[in-house]
């Protein structure tokens, strides 16, 4: 027969397996879960399906979610399911949506790719900037050897796609539950590879970087090597441009230094205005206390709290007054004097006291 203490022991024991349910996380998880079911957009999905907390929900609740984006994405036509395969990163899945006739050089706007939050909702995005952008590597390796194109910019004045993102680095745990670390600089390694073309916007901006960092410090990476292999496909026109916007920026950091100056000799002269205002009150508010017959007034700390003194000009010399003394009150309670108080006169600097109010 077992004792009460191996039954509690046993009892114990046998929780040790099952998580303890916790209503509020159970509520959450299913909110997160019937947000992703509710979602139809990709970004939506995207943003909704693939939230850790979807498990608070119970068993089954991820692979509701990600049974939900399945057949979203099945339905679509092949270059939205490009777009999510990239978005939900799965390389077998854009093989799949371009061998369905997916356009690799499709564009979307901001809003189709990052939703209803999205900045610039309707500036444009190529599929290959945006796995660039997510440091996808294998699915930007796959859209490049199918032809996408590596010199695609929403305008002449962007930075290419791989010069935008060279300082970004990630680290994340892929399916196989290994770290992988991807760089800006893997992603600009494969452009280069596949045919891009230097602008000028896009030198202007490494050679700002080179000139700013140094390999190594903050994780910078050396992009000079990148730089220079860009360089050595520089063509006339580039030559130009770079030249033209080299001289806009010098004139731009001119302008700068100018209003920076011109910003700085304000602030000297405003505090030099209010300087001399404080030193012209000082000056007349010792004046007044140099006049005969000037009621003044000092505090001084004593035993039983802040002692005012207060006195009357009676005499002047070069840099003193004389004063007589002629009586002191408490600060908080202005009826009340110091025991044995005596008039007294006193030559003092007249700048230690203060005219009486």
């Given amino acids: 027969m077992r004792t009460p203490l191996a039954i509690a022991v046993a009892l114990l024991l046998s929780g040790c397996g099952t998580a303890l349910t916790n209503p509020q996380e159970v509520a959450e998880g299913q909110q997160a879960l019937q ?6 957009e990709i970004a939506a999905m995207r943003s909704t399906c693939f939230r850790r907390v979807i ?8 692979a509701q979610a990600e049974a939900h984006w399945n057949d979203a994405v099945a339905r679509m036509q092949p270059d939205e399911r490009l777009l999510a395969s990239i978005l939900w990163p799965n390389l077998n899945a854009v093989k799949a949506a371009i061998a369905s006739g997916a356009n690799v050089n499709r564009e979307f706007t901001n809003r189709v790719v990052a939703g209803t939050n999205a900045t610039d909702p309707q500036g444009m995005r190529s599929v290959l900037d ?38 970004k680095t990630q680290s994340y745990r892929d399916r196989d539950g290994n770290v992988k ?55 006339p026109e580039v030559t130009q441009r770079l030249v033209s916007l080299k001289e806009k920026q010098r004139q731009a950091d001119e302008q700068r230094a100018k209003e920076e100056q011109k910003r700085n000799d304000e602030r000297l002269q405003s505090e030099a205005r209010r300087r001399l205002v404080s030193e012209q009150a000082t000056k007349a508010l010792n004046e007044r206390k140099r006049v005969i017959g000037t009621r003044i007034c000092k505090e001084a700390p004593s035993q039983f709290g802040t002692l005012i003194y207060i006195g ?11 004063i007589r003394v002629s ?22 600097h007249p700048s230690t006291w203060n005219i009486c109010e």
């Fill in 35 to 40: 947000a992703c079911l509710s979602a139809t």
């Fill in 312 to 322: 009357y000009v009676e005499g002047l010399a070069p840099e003193k007054v004389q």
């Fill in 130 to 167: 945006i796995a660039v952008g997510a440091l996808e590597p294998e699915i930007a390796e796959f859209l490049l050897l199918e032809g996408a194109n590596p010199n695609w910019r929403a305008s002449e004045d962007d930075l290419d796609m791989f010069t935008s993102r060279i300082m």
């Fill in 327 to 348: 009586n002191a009150v408490y600060k908080n309670a202005p009826s009340l004097s110091p025991g044995g108080f005596r008039e007294n006169i006193l030559w003092d």
């Fill in 55 to 62: 498990d608070q929900a119970g068993e089954n609740a991820a």
């Fill in 181 to 235: 670390t991807i760089t800006g600089m893997d992603m600009a390694e494969l452009g280069v590879k596949y045919g891009l073309a230097p602008t000028a916007e896009s030198l202007l901006q490494l050679e700002v970087y080179i000139q700013t960092y140094r390999p190594g410090i903050y994780s910078t990476p050396d992009m000079k090597p990148f730089y220079d292999a860009l360089m050595q496909r520089i063509t």
